[in-house]
C-alpha cells in the first residue's frame, strides 16, 4: 500500500519534451496522452508537481533547464517515443545533471521499455520506469521517499552499488477504467489548441479552427504484428463507454471541443462496443448543440456497410486503416490477420461512405519479393487514387522485425542505430531481394507517388497572419469549390500541403505552381534524404 505521508516535502518537475530538433516554440506535434496519464496520477496523489512543456519554449533546452532548475526539484519526470527521442532526451538528462540540485531523473515510455539495459546504460536516469507507469511510478516514488527496498518495485531499472538491477516485469493494469483521465491543463494543452491548424494533422482538416482532443478508449492491441511493438504490454484492455463519454464530456466542456481523434490500435475489436460509442457520441453532439467530428483506427476485418453508415452518420469523418500489403504472402510473414479482399472491401466501401481514408501499404518485410511489391503497386496504381500513402517498413525497436535485422546484421550497432534513425529508412530486411532490387523499388515508389497524387493549384491564396493563409481551390474528385482559413504554408512561392475535401472526403495536395513544376523531379530526393541524414548526425545538440 502506497503511503500518503511527507508527498508535499518533495519536489517534481515533469518534463513534456520537444518532439522536434528546434530551439523554437512548435506545437506540430501529438499531444502525448500517455505522459497525461502519468501527470494525472501523480497529481491525483497530491504531490507537489510542476510541469514544464519543451514545445511550448524558446531556447535550448539547456538554457531553459539551467532557469527552471533554479526552483530545486528533487525528482525530474520525462519520457519520450519516436525517432528523435534518443537525442532529446539525451539533452535533457546532460542539461539536468549540470545542476548543482542533483535532482533525481526519472525516465519512462517506450525509448526505455524498448532497450531498457541499453537505454540506462547510455542515458543514464537514475531510474528507468518499464512499460506501463501509472502504478509503478507510485510505488517508486514512495520507495525512494521511506527507503524501502526498490528490489520489490515491479517494472524499473536502475542501479544498485554500480551493478544495473532489472526488476521483476510488472502485470498490466487490467480495469483501465481506474486509471484516471489524463490532466492536460497544466501541460499547455490550451496553449496548444489556440495554435491548432486544419492541415497539421489528418484529423485537423475538418474545421478552420479544429480544437482536437486526442483519447485512448483501450490499450495495446489483440495482434501482434511484426513490424508493431506495444510499449504498455501485449494484453489488449477496453474502458467502458461510460468511462469513455465521461472524459468526453468533461473535454469538450473545459476546451470547447470540436474534433476528436481516438487513437486506439484497434477500436473495433468488438462490433457491439463501436455502435455503443457512435451512439453516445451522437449523443454528446446533440447535447452541446455543436458539430463534433471524429477520426479513429480500425481494422478492415469488421468493416461492413452498415457499421459505416453509423460511423458517419455520428461524425466519424476519417478512418485509419492499416492495410500494410496487397500480399496475401506478405500479410501472413507480417502476422497481419487480414485478406486482399477484406481491405479492397474496407477502403472502397469507406470512401462510398464520404468517409476519408487514411491508410498506408508498407514495402520490404522478410517475405517481400519483387513478385509480392507488384501486387500491391498494381492494385495501388489501379483503386487508389492517391488515398494510400508507399513508405518501408522501420525496425521500431523491440519489434520482431528489429529483432531480424539485428541477426541478419542490418542493424549492426543498436545502440548507433537508435541514436541516428530518422524514421525514414529504406533497409533490405527481405530474405529474397537483392539490395539493388530494394533501391529499385524505393525509387519506383518515390515517382508513383509524384505520379498518381491528385495536385491542385490554388485559385486563390490570401495571407492571414504569420504562415496562416485563406485558400480557394477547387477539388480535383468532385469539382466544389473549396474556402478553407487559418491554413499554414510554408510561404507565398514554395509551398505544398494535404488536404481533406469536405464535400466528398477525398485527400488530395494543394501546391504552388512552382513546386507542381517541381514535382516530378522525384529522383532528387533520394539525394535530399541522404543530405539531411548526414546533417542530422553531425548536429550539435547544443542548439536544442
Known amino acids: 500500500m502506497v503511503h500518503k505521508k511527507c508527498r508535499k516535502d518533495i519536489k517534481i518537475l515533469f518534463i513534456i519534451p520537444r518532439y522536434a530538433i528546434t530551439n523554437k516554440i512548435n506545437y506540430n506535434y501529438m499531444f502525448p496522452i500517455g505522459l497525461g496519464y502519468i501527470y494525472s496520477t501523480l497529481k491525483n496523489n497530491n504531490y507537489n508537481i510542476a510541469c514544464l512543456n519543451l514545445n ?35 539533452e535533457i538528462i546532460d542539461s539536468i545533471r549540470k545542476h548543482r540540485s542533483k535532482s533525481k531523473i526519472i525516465l519512462g515510455g517506450a525509448l526505455i521499455t524498448s532497450e531498457p539495459m541499453l537505454m540506462f546504460e547510455s542515458l543514464k536516469p537514475d531510474f528507468g520506469v518499464i512499460g506501463e507507469g501509472e502504478k509503478t511510478i507510485l510505488e517508486l516514488l514512495d520507495s525512494m521517499q521511506n527507503k524501502k527496498n526498490l528490489r520489490k518495485v515491479r517494472g524499473i531499472i536502475y542501479k544498485d552499488n554500480n551493478k544495473i538491477i532489472i526488476t521483476e516485469k510488472r502485470e498490466p493494469i487490467l480495469d483501465i477504467n481506474s486509471v484516471p483521465s489524463p490532466d492536460f491543463e497544466d501541460m499547455g494543452f490550451e496553449e496548444y489548441l489556440n495554435q491548432l ?51 468526453l464530456e468533461a473535454a469538450v466542456k473545459k476546451y470547447n471541443i470540436n474534433t476528436i481523434a481516438i487513437y486506439d490500435d484497434m477500436l473495433s475489436y468488438k462490433k457491439e462496443r463501436l455502435y455503443e460509442l457512435c451512439k453516445r457520441i451522437k ?22 456497410e452498415d457499421l459505416l453508415k453509423t460511423l458517419k452518420d455520428s461524425g466519424c469523418e476519417l478512418i485509419s486503416y492499416g492495410f500494410e500489403s496487397f500480399s496475401q504472402e506478405v500479410l501472413k510473414s507480417m502476422k497481419k490477420p487480414i485478406t486482399p479482399k477484406q481491405i479492397d472491401f474496407a477502403f472502397k466501401e469507406t470512401l462510398k461512405a464520404k468517409i476519408s481514408v487514411q491508410a498506408n501499404f ?7 519479393t519483387k513478385e509480392t511489391a507488384r501486387e500491391t503497386l498494381d492494385y495501388w496504381k489501379k483503386n487508389s487514387n492517391g488515398q494510400i500513402s508507399l513508405v518501408f517498413i522501420q525496425p521500431y525497436p523491440c519489434s520482431e522485425i528489429y529483432h531480424h535485422c539485428i541477426k541478419k546484421g542490418i542493424i549492426k550497432d543498436r545502440l548507433e542505430f537508435i541514436k541516428n534513425s530518422t524514421g525514414n529508412l529504406v533497409l533490405n ?12 523499388l524505393s525509387n519506383e515508389i518515390k515517382k508513383l507517388e509524384a505520379t498518381y497524387k491528385r495536385f491542385a493549384t490554388p485559385i486563390k491564396v490570401k495571407n492571414m497572419k504569420g504562415k496562416r493563409y485563406e485558400v480557394h481551390v477547387d477539388c480535383p474528385f468532385c469539382n466544389q469549390r473549396l474556402i478553407y482559413k487559418n491554413y499554414y504554408l510554408q510561404g507565398r512561392l514554395l509551398y505544398r500541403a494535404y488536404i481533406i475535401c469536405r464535400k466528398c472526403n477525398m485527400r488530395f495536395y494543394i501546391s504552388s505552381p512552382l513546386i507542381k513544376l517541381l514535382k516530378d523531379y522525384y529522383f532528387l530526393t533520394p539525394y535530399l534524404e541522404d543530405y539531411a541524414r548526414r546533417i ?4 550539435n545538440l547544443l542548439r536544442i
Open 197 to 247: 491548424y486544419p492541415n497539421q494533422d489528418f484529423c485537423n482538416n475538418f474545421f478552420d479552427y479544429p480544437r482536437t482532443y486526442p483519447i485512448l478508449c483501450s490499450r495495446s492491441c489483440p495482434f501482434q504484428c511484426t513490424f508493431c511493438y506495444h510499449s504498455i504490454g501485449n494484453r489488449y484492455r477496453e474502458r467502458s463507454v461510460d468511462d469513455i463519454i465521461k472524459e
Open 283 to 304: 449523443e454528446l453532439s446533440k447535447n452541446i448543440f455543436q458539430d463534433i467530428k471524429w477520426t479513429c483506427q480500425l481494422s478492415v476485418v469488421n468493416i461492413d
Open 429 to 440: 530486411m527481405t530474405d529474397k531481394m537483392t539490395d539493388e532490387e530494394v533501391n529499385e
Open 536 to 539: 542530422r548526425k553531425n548536429f
Open 56 to 90: 511550448h519554449c524558446n531556447g535550448t533546452i539547456s538554457d531553459i533547464l539551467k532557469k527552471e532548475m533554479e526552483k530545486n526539484y528533487d525528482i525530474v519526470c520525462t519520457g519520450h517515443i519516436g525517432s528523435i527521442g534518443y537525442l532529446i532526451t539525451k
Open 362 to 368: 508498407i514495402f520490404g518485410d522478410v517475405a517481400e
